[in-house]
C-alpha cells in the first residue's frame, strides 16, 4: 500500500468517524427535543385532565430526570395554581438550587407568599430579590407594587407600577396599580392621568370608571364624578359602593331624587344592607323627596338594626309626622331625649312642633 493511499484512507476514516459524531450529537439533540417539556404543555394537561393528571406526568419525567431545575419550577408552578403553598415553594427553592432562572423561581416564591399565604412583606422580599437578579424583570415591579399596595406602601407602590409601565406600556395592570396607588398618596393628576390610561387599554374597565370618578369627586368635580359613576354603574351592572359614591355627588350637585335613587340601590346589595347608617341616609334621602313610606321602611330597618341609636328615632319620628302618624312620632321623639339627654331641647321643639300641627 502507498504511502498516499495510506493518508487518502487515513482521512476517509477521520471523515466517517467525524460524520458519526455529526449525526450522533444531531439524534440526541432530536431525542432531547422530543423529550422537552413546555409550560403550555403542562397547562394542556392540566386543563384536560386536572391537576393530578399534570403533576403525575411531571413526577413521571422527574422520575427520569431527578436534576432537571425546568421541572421543578414547572411543577411548583403547577401547585401554585391550586394554592398548594408548601409544595410550592419546596419545588421552587429546589430549582433555585439546582441553578434554575433566578428570577422567575423567586417570582414564584413571592407569588406564593402574597397570593396563597397573604404574607405581603415576604412577598415584597423575594420580588426584591427576584429583581436583584434581573432589574429589567417587568413582573417582579408588578408582584412588589402588589405587595406595596397591600402594606399601605402606596409611594413605593406607585414607583414600582411606573417601572413595570415603562417596560410593558401595553399592560393595564401596571396603570392599574399606578392607579390605586396614586390615588391613596393623594397625587389625583397622577392618579387620573394612570386611570385614562387603563380606559384606553381596557375600555370596559368599570373599576378604573368608578375610581376615576372618586378622583373627580376628590377634587370637587361632581358633575364629572357622577359622569364616571354611571358609567361604572352601566359597565358593571351596578355595584353598592358605585351606588353609594354617586350619591355622595349627586348630593353636592343637589339632584336629591338621584341620592334617594341611588341609596334605594346600594341597599339591594349585602355588604351595605347590614349598616344602619346606610339605611338613615336612606330614609332621609326618601323623606326630602316625599316618599314617606320608602322613608319609614329605612328608619325602621335603621331602628332594628341598632335600637340605641337616637339618629334613627328622631329619623322616625320625623317621617311620622309628616305622614299624620302624630303618637307614633311622639314615642320617637320621647326615645330620642331618653337615649340623648344632651338632645332633650331638640326633642323638646320636635314635640312642641308636633302639638301645633294638630
Not at 8 to 31: D, H, K, N, P, Y
Not at 220 to 246: C, E, M, N, T, W
Given at each position: 500500500?502507498t504511502?498516499?493511499?495510506?493518508?487518502?484512507?487515513?482521512?476517509?476514516?477521520?471523515?466517517?468517524?467525524?460524520?458519526?459524531?455529526v449525526f450522533?450529537?444531531?439524534?440526541?439533540?432530536?431525542?432531547?427535543?422530543?423529550?422537552?417539556?413546555?409550560?403550555p404543555?403542562?397547562?394542556?394537561?392540566?386543563?384536560?385532565?386536572?391537576?393530578?393528571?399534570?403533576?403525575?406526568?411531571l413526577?413521571?419525567?422527574?422520575?427520569?430526570?431527578?436534576?432537571?431545575?425546568?421541572?421543578?419550577?414547572?411543577?411548583?408552578?403547577?401547585h401554585?395554581?391550586?394554592?398548594?403553598?408548601?409544595?410550592?415553594?419546596a419545588?421552587?427553592?429546589?430549582?433555585?438550587?439546582?441553578?434554575?432562572?433566578?428570577?422567575?423561581?423567586?417570582?414564584?416564591?413571592?407569588?406564593?407568599?402574597?397570593?396563597?399565604?397573604?404574607?405581603?412583606?415576604?412577598?415584597?422580599?423575594?420580588?426584591?430579590?427576584?429583581?436583584s437578579?434581573?432589574?429589567?424583570?417587568?413582573?417582579?415591579?408588578?408582584?412588589?407594587?402588589?405587595?406595596g399596595?397591600?402594606?399601605?406602601?402606596?409611594?413605593?407602590?406607585?414607583?414600582?407600577?411606573?417601572?413595570?409601565?415603562?417596560?410593558?406600556?401595553?399592560?393595564?395592570?401596571?396603570?392599574?396599580?399606578?392607579?390605586?396607588c396614586?390615588?391613596?398618596?393623594?397625587?389625583?393628576?397622577?392618579?387620573?392621568?394612570?386611570?385614562?390610561?387603563?380606559?384606553?387599554?381596557?375600555?370596559?374597565?368599570?373599576?378604573?370608571?368608578?375610581?376615576?370618578?372618586?378622583?373627580?369627586a376628590?377634587?370637587?368635580?361632581?358633575?364629572?364624578?357622577?359622569?364616571?359613576?354611571?358609567?361604572?354603574?352601566?359597565?358593571?351592572?351596578?355595584?353598592?359602593?358605585?351606588?353609594?359614591?354617586?350619591?355622595?355627588?349627586?348630593?353636592?350637585?343637589?339632584?336629591?331624587?338621584?341620592?334617594?335613587?341611588d341609596?334605594a340601590?346600594?341597599?339591594?346589595?349585602?355588604?351595605?344592607?347590614?349598616?344602619?347608617?346606610?339605611?338613615?341616609?336612606?330614609?332621609?334621602?326618601?323623606?326630602?323627596?316625599?316618599?314617606?313610606?320608602?322613608g319609614?321602611?329605612a328608619?325602621?330597618?335603621?331602628?332594628?338594626?341598632?335600637?340605641?341609636?337616637?339618629?334613627?328615632?328622631?329619623?322616625?319620628?320625623?317621617?311620622?309626622a309628616?305622614?299624620?302618624?302624630?303618637?307614633?312620632?311622639?314615642?320617637?321623639?320621647?326615645?330620642l331625649?331618653?337615649?340623648?339627654?344632651?338632645?332633650?331641647?331638640?326633642?323638646?321643639?320636635?314635640?312642641?312642633?308636633?302639638?301645633?300641627?294638630?
Amino acid at each position: 500500500m502507498t504511502k498516499n493511499l495510506k493518508i487518502i484512507l487515513a482521512f476517509g476514516t477521520a471523515a466517517a468517524l467525524g460524520l458519526a459524531a455529526v449525526f450522533s450529537i444531531m439524534e440526541r439533540a432530536q431525542r432531547a427535543r422530543s423529550e422537552s417539556v413546555t409550560w403550555p404543555y403542562v397547562e394542556q394537561l392540566a386543563q384536560a385532565g386536572g391537576y393530578a393528571k399534570a403533576a403525575a406526568f411531571l413526577d413521571e419525567r422527574l422520575g427520569v430526570h431527578p436534576n432537571d431545575a425546568l421541572l421543578y419550577y414547572y411543577r411548583a408552578r403547577l401547585h401554585y395554581t391550586v394554592s398548594d403553598g408548601a409544595a410550592a415553594l419546596a419545588d421552587a427553592d429546589r430549582a433555585i438550587k439546582l441553578g434554575y432562572a433566578q428570577e422567575i423561581s423567586h417570582l414564584l416564591k413571592a407569588l406564593v407568599y402574597g397570593r396563597v399565604y397573604g404574607d405581603y412583606v415576604k412577598e415584597a422580599e423575594f420580588a426584591s430579590k427576584a429583581l436583584s437578579f434581573d432589574p429589567t424583570y417587568d413582573e417582579g415591579y408588578l408582584a412588589r407594587a402588589e405587595a406595596g399596595y397591600a402594606l399601605g406602601d402606596y409611594k413605593g407602590c406607585a414607583k414600582d407600577a411606573a417601572s413595570f409601565s415603562r417596560m410593558s406600556p401595553g399592560s393595564p395592570d401596571g396603570w392599574d396599580y399606578g392607579l390605586l396607588c396614586l390615588e391613596k398618596t393623594g397625587d389625583h393628576a397622577g392618579a387620573e392621568a394612570a386611570g385614562l390610561k387603563v380606559l384606553e387599554l381596557k375600555p370596559a374597565s368599570h373599576a378604573a370608571m368608578w375610581r376615576l370618578g372618586r378622583i373627580y369627586a376628590a377634587r370637587g368635580l361632581h358633575k364629572r364624578a357622577v359622569k364616571r359613576f354611571s358609567k361604572a354603574i352601566r359597565l358593571s351592572g351596578g355595584r353598592a359602593q358605585y351606588y353609594l359614591d354617586r350619591a355622595c355627588s349627586c348630593e353636592a350637585e343637589g339632584d336629591f331624587s338621584c341620592v334617594a335613587w341611588d341609596y334605594a340601590s346600594a341597599m339591594d346589595w349585602a355588604e351595605a344592607a347590614d349598616y344602619t347608617s346606610y339605611y338613615y341616609l336612606l330614609g332621609s334621602a326618601m323623606h326630602r323627596v316625599g316618599e314617606f313610606d320608602a322613608g319609614l321602611d329605612a328608619a325602621a330597618s335603621a331602628v332594628r338594626l341598632d335600637p340605641l341609636n337616637p339618629d334613627a328615632y328622631a329619623l322616625r319620628g320625623r317621617l311620622r309626622a309628616d305622614a299624620g302618624d302624630a303618637a307614633g312620632a311622639k314615642k320617637d321623639f320621647q326615645k330620642l331625649s331618653a337615649l340623648s339627654p344632651a338632645r332633650a331641647p331638640e326633642a323638646q321643639a320636635l314635640l312642641k312642633k308636633l302639638k301645633s300641627k294638630k
